[in-house]
């Protein structure tokens, strides 16, 4: 006879055990999404050197999204003549793509990553 009350009994769910479920069900969808959002935003960068000077290579999730022989905003082929000036206007690329902005360089902007305004002029003048 206790075994057919104890089959009697209905499960009482309180507002409390509710509020609980749903956050834990809010948080456990929610955990994916961050790591996704990390490795969609993955941007690094690699320099090189090639005959013309140095160059760099933007990528995203380690595949070649940009792939950049020569000093952007200037008319002529010619790579930037030190390595550190290929990874400041890399990291300014990549800054650009985080923020969503177009991954165009000025001239202005060219002038302040190169070590000095001599590199620039010797790079716009050969």
Not at 16 to 35: E, K, R, S
Not at 66 to 94: M, Y
Request: hydrophobic share 40%; with cysteine; proline share 3%.
């Amino acid at each position: 006879m206790n075994f057919i009350r104890q089959m009697n009994k209905t499960i009482t769910i309180t507002k409390h055990d509710v509020i609980v479920i749903t956050i834990a069900v809010a948080i456990a969808a929610a955990i994916p999404f961050c790591f996704l959002k990390d490795e969609r935003k993955r941007i690094d960068y690699r320099t090189f050197h090639t005959a013309m000077g140095w160059g760099y290579d933007i990528l995203v999730k380690k595949k070649i999204f940009i792939h950049q022989e020569n000093v952007p905003a200037i008319a002529e082929k010619k790579g930037f003549d030190t390595e550190e000036s290929a990874k400041k206007t890399a990291n300014l690329i990549i800054d650009k793509l985080k923020n969503n902005k177009p991954p165009t360089l000025t001239h202005e902007e060219l002038v302040q990553i190169c070590q000095s305004l001599n590199e620039v002029k010797k790079i716009m003048n050969e």
